[in-house]
């Protein structure tokens, strides 16, 4: 089965700094990546999603995402972070035979710090 | 995109009683589902929402437990049944809409029980 791992629970960093979530995935079978973002109060907000192509995939609020098939990662990426961008982000996986069906990472909380 | 109403957004109640959790959708969806996120952990998906029938549950989740309801293709119910402290999570509904890959959230609702 698959499963996600982001392996670090909280990530502090400095305004205006660079920033790289991890996300590693179990298994090296054809599935759809995803980057999901939870600000407080908020439901959840879809940042960007691999689906097929190229493997650089570029999303909302300046955020962007590699798709390693060989090294099963799919790391979201951000030049330059705002306060703003403090929330919980969640990387989830779906194969693609069950498309709509997806396991999610624990989450990592970006804490962004003036 | 699809706007999703979630109620109640929170609520403290008693052990051994039942809540259930309303979600509704601005627009007929394809397909509609609850998810739970126990504290600390990442979302787990309960069910799968049927319209007309019985919702399809994941592994670990039954019906007695869980029931669900979707009379229509905009609105779904989610009982917690019997509950225990071991329930205190934040539940949240899930639509895939009939254009694209895309699944949207509700903003969840946080349940604590004493």
């Known amino acids: 089965a698959q499963s996600v791992t982001q392996l670090d629970s909280q990530v502090p960093v400095f305004e205006e700094a660079p920033v790289e979530l991890r996300c590693n995935y179990s298994?090296?079978?054809?599935?759809?990546l995803f980057w999901y973002v939870q600000y407080p109060n908020q439901g959840l907000q879809l940042l960007l999603k691999?689906?097929?192509?190229?493997?650089l995939v570029k999303g909302i609020n300046g955020f962007e995402a590699e798709f390693n098939k060989s090294q099963t990662s799919f790391h979201l990426r951000k030049p330059s972070v705002h306060i703003s961008d403090t929330a919980e982000y969640f990387c989830?996986?779906?194969?693609?035979?069950?498309?709509?069906?997806?396991?999610f990472g624990s989450g990592t909380r970006l804490l962004v710090r003036p | 995109s699809a706007v999703i109403s979630q109620k109640p957004s929170r609520d403290i109640c008693q052990r051994g009683t039942s809540l259930t959790i309303q979600c509704q959708v601005d627009?007929?969806?394809?397909?509609m589902f609850w998810y739970r996120q126990q504290p600390g952990q990442s979302l787990t998906l309960i069910a799968t929402?049927?319209?007309?029938?019985?919702?399809?549950?994941e592994s670990g989740f039954v019906i007695d437990k869980f029931p669900i309801s979707r009379p229509n293709l905009t609105f779904s119910t989610l009982t917690v049944s019997n509950m225990s402290p071991e329930d205190s999570s934040i539940y949240l509904c899930?639509?895939?809409?009939?254009?694209?890959?895309?699944?949207?959230f509700g903003s969840g609702t946080q349940l604590s029980v004493l």
């Open positions: 899930s639509v895939r809409t009939t254009t694209n890959e895309k699944l949207f």
């Open positions: 298994s090296s079978v054809s599935v759809y």
């Open positions: 691999y689906l097929s192509g190229s493997t």
């Open positions: 989830a996986v779906s194969d693609r035979g069950s498309s709509y069906k997806l396991i």
């Open positions: 627009s007929q969806v394809t397909m």
């Open positions: 929402a049927n319209q007309g029938s019985e919702a399809t549950y």
